[in-house]
């Protein structure tokens, strides 16, 4: 679910992102992926040729703050105040590994009890 709120000097953009992965409980409910995320950016500034961005991550699993920590330290870090968008490109890629990896945890899973 996301929102997107305009206004004449920002805009702000509201993701929450919820996903039901089977668990490892005694009584099988699936466990819950939950993150969230607040992106804001101002008026494109043209002599600096950058918006102003804030980004905020709510409940971010580990790996989403590693991730972001080595965006952060790369040289492609510029590219988030030229064009806030790249963060939400690399929220959804995160969130797409993610399930990826409880996907196959539960195909490797099944793929060992079919052997038996």
């Known amino acids: 679910m996301f929102s997107l709120l305009p206004s004449a000097a920002t ?62 330290e790369s040289k492609k870090w510029r590219s988030l105040t030229a064009d806030p968008f790249v963060l939400v490109a690399w929220l959804f890629q995160s969130w797409h590994e993610r399930i990826d990896e409880a996907a196959w945890a539960v195909t490797n899973k099944t793929k060992d009890i079919e052997r038996v």
Do not use: M
């Open 11 to 72: 805009t702000d953009l509201w993701f929450h992102l919820l996903a039901a992965v089977p668990g490892e409980n005694p009584q099988g409910f699936p466990a819950w992926l939950k993150c969230g995320a607040f992106l804001r950016w101002s008026d494109f500034d043209d002599e600096l040729f950058q918006y102003q961005v804030d980004f905020i991550l709510f409940e971010s699993p580990v790996p989403f703050v590693n991730r972001f920590r080595t965006l952060l």
